[in-house]
């Protein structure tokens, strides 16, 4: 980010759009002023909140970070929440109603005492939100807030907010939610500077369709991708995995019970549901790196390797490289090279794959990762390390695809090139499972869906056969 000229007055309620690695969150850190120092990067200009430098006035802006994970601080969710408004020494007997008032306000109804460990990653993100507006910042700053959250925390997080006096900078992907709220649009330049600055009206009437085609996201404009055609004789594919009476948790004690899901070659699954039912949970199983609590999980025909059934979690992580690729919720769960290039490389070489070197450079291409070949991944966007991680679970050509909210963090160009993968690897007789929150991506890869819900059994819907 650089070259950005900007003024924010008290009380503005700011949507800020740009393509990824534009350096929205970047913006958002120095607002916040949590930067660092010349050691962590070169600045240039100033930044000021207040007419003081910002990185001066920390407590005075409030930031929910993109990582749900980074934002939690202590083991059980009242603390958590109480952390920041013991910092800015808030008189004890304030502290735990503004506590409860901001669970409340977010939709979190569980005890204060409930451990934060056992959250899932969309109630994670509930509960940052929560410990920033109970410290009632000046600047409020949310860095895709609602992108892991089901509609209705999505709904309750926007009525949280919109019920907020204070100053608003928000990066959010799911732009039609937002539009009513916020009174002026700014749209960040990738080479620096920024590109459109006004009311919705001005900035989406006048320029929607060039700010589309640029990769941001605008209200209405839903991407779409092909899909290859099932011939009547093709059908559905041979079975590749098959889950019966399974039961998953996040611990020892199961959120879902009784799953009945057959994965098939050439199909793309899609898993949804509220937060906290299990989504993930189920992902780690499917994916082979962990056991049903319950019931049984077991692989079948060309994924078996033509053996009798076996049950994914007993295999060695070697042998699923080929069978089942896997992308987690949080990317640097999976990085382990110092370079994006020698990430994408370790699957393929582990394989011995004779055409290691030209997968790799295929994969940069597709998903716009080849100016950052030698950066350290931990160094890139939250969308530039989701697709990283999708490219390097593609890398090994796996049978079966386990992706654990796929298009997080990405813009509308990005998107549609990650989806076009995943579709292209279904359409040539892979098979995917997706957990998502992502309608769009509902849409297009939503071949069969598996609803997860609290109360009663999963619900298998399977969407009309392609012509």
Do not use: C
């Not at 916040?32 to 001066?56: M, N, V």
Request: hydrophobic fraction near 45%; charged fraction near 25%; aromatic fraction near 2%.
């Amino acid at each position: 980010m650089a070259g950005v000229d900007l003024v924010l007055e008290p009380g503005e309620r700011v949507l800020l759009l740009g393509p990824s690695g534009a350096g929205k969150s970047t913006l958002l850190g120095g607002l916040a002023g949590i930067l660092g120092d010349e050691e962590d990067g070169e600045e240039t200009g100033t930044l000021t909140l207040d007419g003081q430098l910002a990185a001066s006035q920390r407590g005075r802006a409030g930031l929910v970070l993109q990582d749900p994970d980074a934002n939690t601080i202590l083991p059980a969710l009242g603390d958590d929440v109480a952390f920041g408004l013991e910092n800015l020494a808030v008189p004890r007997e304030e502290i735990w109603p503004r506590v409860r008032a901001a669970l409340d306000a977010v939709g979190l109804t569980y005890p204060l005492d409930r451990p934060t460990a056992h959250l899932s990653g969309g109630e994670r993100q509930r509960l940052a939100i929560a410990g920033v507006l109970a410290m009632e910042p000046g600047l409020l700053l949310l860095d895709e807030p609602t992108a892991n959250l089901d509609h209705a925390g999505a709904d309750e997080v926007r009525r949280a907010v919109a019920a907020t006096s204070t100053t608003l900078v928000i990066v959010d992907h799911r732009v039609d939610q937002w539009i009513d709220l916020v009174d002026r649009v700014l749209v960040l330049e990738p080479g620096g500077g920024i590109t459109a600055d006004g009311s919705p009206a001005e900035v989406f009437d006048s320029r929607g369709a060039a700010l589309a085609a640029a990769g941001v996201w605008v209200p209405g404009a839903r991407p779409q991708i092909e899909r290859a055609g099932r011939t009547a004789d093709h059908g559905l594919g041979d079975v590749l995995l098959e889950a019966d009476g399974a039961a998953v948790g996040h611990g020892p004690t199961p959120v879902q019970r009784g799953i009945d899901l057959t994965i098939r070659a050439g199909v793309s699954t899609v898993i949804t549901g509220l937060n906290g039912t299990g989504k993930s949970a189920l992902a780690v199983a499917l994916a082979g790196l962990a056991a049903p609590l319950a019931g049984t999980l077991t692989a079948r025909g060309v994924l078996a390797h033509g053996t009798a059934r076996v049950q994914p979690h007993r295999w060695r992580s070697r042998e699923l490289l080929t069978r089942i690729g896997t992308v987690f919720q949080r990317p640097e769960h999976q990085f382990v090279a110092r370079s994006v290039r020698e990430e994408l490389a370790v699957g393929p070489r582990l394989t011995r794959a004779a055409d290691a070197d030209a997968r790799v450079d295929a994969l940069l291409e597709r998903l716009r990762l080849t100016h950052l070949a030698d950066a350290h991944p931990y160094t890139l966007s939250g969308g530039e390390q989701r697709r990283l991680s999708v490219a390097t679970a593609l890398a090994t050509a796996p049978a079966v695809l386990v992706l654990d909210e796929p298009t997080f963090g990405q813009d509308r160009t990005t998107w549609t090139e990650l989806a076009a993968l995943v579709a292209a690897h279904v359409d040539g007789g892979g098979a995917a499972v997706s957990v998502t929150h992502d309608d769009d991506y509902v849409r297009v890869l939503g071949d069969e869906r598996l609803h997860l819900s609290r109360d009663g059994a999963p619900v298998l819907d399977r969407a009309e056969v392609r012509a």
